[in-house]
């Protein structure tokens, strides 16, 4: 079965870090495009990042040079590094597979409250 | 800044048809964008219904469709039932190598 199961969220304090993790099933990580979306509370869905089968990555203005994407092939996992977090990226996090440019499989999510 | 334009809001009536539409602040919406749409109900994850404008994502039933109508992209839903009470969310592929969802359309089935 394919499948995608985020871990890692919690609480935060501002200026803090933290590392999400999505370990997939079913289907080879390095060989798909994968992104990171996410939901405010309330709020619509906002993409923030992908990362290409050839490792090349892309990501949102909104969190340029503070999230990086990257995968651990030995452990078929995605991953998000978020640094210098703000009240503004409290968030449920999704991780997506993608196919056609668009987003086939998704994860159930994990939340990430930046708050003092 | 690129703006990803949906309906806030839509109604249907149980067995109806509805067209639910994705535009752009500025210009239109073509293929080139590959617009996705995607189900959301409160505390769920999204679920894809279409990419690549037109493509069903698997175990999705033929009520629901997509296409490109006039400058924008379009989800329709015929047959409307209880259960597609949901947010709707479309976004779209820029050629920056980024996504740009809507604000998503609230359905409500009544």
């Known amino acids: 079965e394919v499948q995608l199961v985020e871990s890692g969220g919690g609480l935060i304090q501002p200026g803090g870090s933290l590392r999400l993790s999505c370990a997939a099933s079913g289907f080879i990580v390095s060989s798909k495009y994968m992104s990171w979306v996410r939901q405010a509370p309330g709020k619509g869905l906002e993409w923030v990042s992908v990362i290409y089968g050839d490792g090349s990555t892309n990501y949102a203005d909104s969190v340029k040079g503070r999230l990086t994407i990257s995968r651990d092939n030995s452990k078929n996992t995605l991953c998000l590094q978020m640094n210098s977090l703000r009240a503004e990226d409290t968030a449920v996090y999704y991780c997506?597979?993608?196919?056609?440019?668009?987003?086939?499989?998704w994860g159930q999510g994990t939340m990430v409250t930046v708050s003092s | 800044q690129t703006v990803v334009t949906q309906e806030p809001s839509f109604s249907v009536s149980p067995g109806g048809a509805v067209t639910l539409t994705c535009g752009l602040s500025?210009?239109?919406?073509?293929?080139?964008?590959?617009p996705s749409w995607y189900q959301q109900t409160p505390g769920q994850a999204p679920r894809t219904l279409i990419y690549s404008t037109n493509t069903r994502s698997s175990g999705v039933p033929d009520r629901f469709s997509g296409s490109i109508l006039g400058n924008k992209a379009a989800l329709t839903i015929t047959g409307a039932q209880a259960d597609d009470e949901s947010d709707y969310y479309c976004?779209?592929?820029?050629?920056?190598?980024?996504?740009?969802f809507g604000g998503g359309t609230k359905l409500t089935v009544l």
């Open positions: 500025s210009g239109s919406v073509s293929t080139n964008y590959y």
């Open positions: 997506a597979r993608m196919a056609g440019r668009g987003f086939d499989i």
């Open positions: 976004v779209l592929y820029m050629n920056s190598g980024i996504w740009v």
